[in-house]
């Protein structure tokens, strides 16, 4: 997306009848909507289906039970993740092996295991999301031979300025627009026209459904076959 948030926020404020042809945001006028576009995107950031890619970040294991993540952390992030995606220890040995990660998601879970000091090839994962850094617990507790690597939702809007062009896909650009010509209009107590909703509706439909993606499902143990194979199924096939 090659526009920055002023032509955009300019371009929303014409949509929503504020401004006219030929005319110039006010400065005040300006940094509301600027102010609008960063809470709204700060809020899409959060929604799996809207942002579009996972960054990896990864970090050398120490022996150490758990890593902090944010600012001033051990992995070192723009912004504080409120949630780990997906996770997974990769061997430094030879051969390098991915072991995948079970994320558990309550913390009375993670309490529950008795003795978190063994140490071994971790199999979970549980995530504090604490600010201004969150905490990462690993068990088993992985030596130093082991990398752990994390995938958390891309920030959205990143450094965000009024001058600087949006690094994000084309097909944001309606999305963003018309969505923001919704939050602009509230406060100006404006009611906007029905195809504005729509397009605000259908544009931002359009990333959800492009960004959607469907994983293998394994099945319990208790549904395992005779054989004693684990049997795997998409989940449109259930």
Same mark, same amino acid.
């Given at each position: 997306?090659?526009?920055?948030?002023?032509? !955009? %926020?300019?371009?929303?404020?014409?949509?929503?009848?504020?401004?006219?042809?030929?005319?110039?945001?006010?400065?005040?006028?300006?940094?509301?909507?600027?102010?609008?576009?960063?809470?709204?995107?700060?809020?899409?950031?959060?929604?799996?289906?809207?942002?579009?890619? #996972?960054?990896?970040?990864?970090?050398?294991?120490?022996?150490?039970?758990?890593?902090?993540?944010? !600012?001033?952390?051990?992995? %070192? $992030?723009?912004?504080?993740?409120?949630?780990?995606?997906?996770?997974?220890?990769?061997?430094?040995?030879?051969?390098?092996?991915?072991?995948?990660?079970?994320?558990?998601?309550?913390?009375? /879970?993670?309490?529950?295991?008795?003795?978190?000091?063994?140490?071994?090839?971790?199999?979970?994962?549980?995530?504090?999301?604490?600010?201004?850094?969150?905490? %990462?617990?690993?068990?088993?507790?992985?030596?130093?031979?082991?990398?752990?690597?994390?995938? $958390?939702?891309?920030?959205?809007?990143?450094?965000? /300025?009024?001058?600087?062009?949006?690094?994000?896909?084309?097909?944001?650009?309606?999305?963003?627009?018309?969505?923001?010509? $919704?939050? %602009?209009?509230?406060?100006?107590?404006?009611?906007?026209?029905?195809?504005?909703? #729509? +397009?605000?509706?259908?544009?931002?439909?359009?990333?959800?459904?492009?960004?959607?993606?469907?994983?293998?499902?394994?099945?319990?143990?208790?549904?395992?076959?005779?054989?004693?194979? +684990?049997?795997?199924?998409?989940?449109?096939?259930?």
């Amino acid at each position: 997306m090659q526009t920055t948030p002023s032509s !955009l %926020i300019t371009s929303a404020l014409k949509k929503c009848g504020i401004l006219g042809v030929g005319q110039t945001a006010l400065p005040e006028d300006l940094n509301d909507a600027f102010n609008d576009l960063k809470g709204m995107l700060a809020q899409w950031s959060e929604r799996s289906l809207i942002v579009y890619h #996972l960054v990896d970040y990864n970090i050398q294991c120490s022996g150490n039970q758990s890593y902090k993540i944010g !600012l001033t952390g051990n992995i %070192i $992030v723009p912004e504080r993740p409120s949630k780990i995606e997906a996770a997974l220890l990769r061997s430094n040995l030879s051969a390098s092996i991915d072991y995948p990660l079970k994320i558990i998601s309550a913390q009375q /879970d993670y309490n529950n295991i008795a003795y978190k000091n063994t140490v071994g090839v971790s199999q979970y994962l549980y995530y504090d999301a604490a600010y201004p850094n969150g905490v %990462i617990y690993l068990y088993p507790v992985p030596s130093s031979q082991y990398e752990l690597h994390i995938f $958390v939702k891309d920030e959205l809007g990143k450094n965000l /300025d009024l001058t600087t062009p949006i690094n994000l896909p084309e097909e944001y650009y309606e999305a963003i627009l018309y969505n923001l010509c $919704v939050r %602009i209009a509230s406060g100006y107590q404006i009611t906007l026209l029905p195809s504005i909703l #729509l +397009l605000a509706s259908t544009s931002l439909n359009t990333i959800k459904t492009s960004n959607l993606q469907i994983p293998l499902l394994q099945m319990p143990n208790s549904l395992i076959s005779r054989r004693g194979n +684990l049997q795997t199924f998409y989940s449109g096939d259930l």
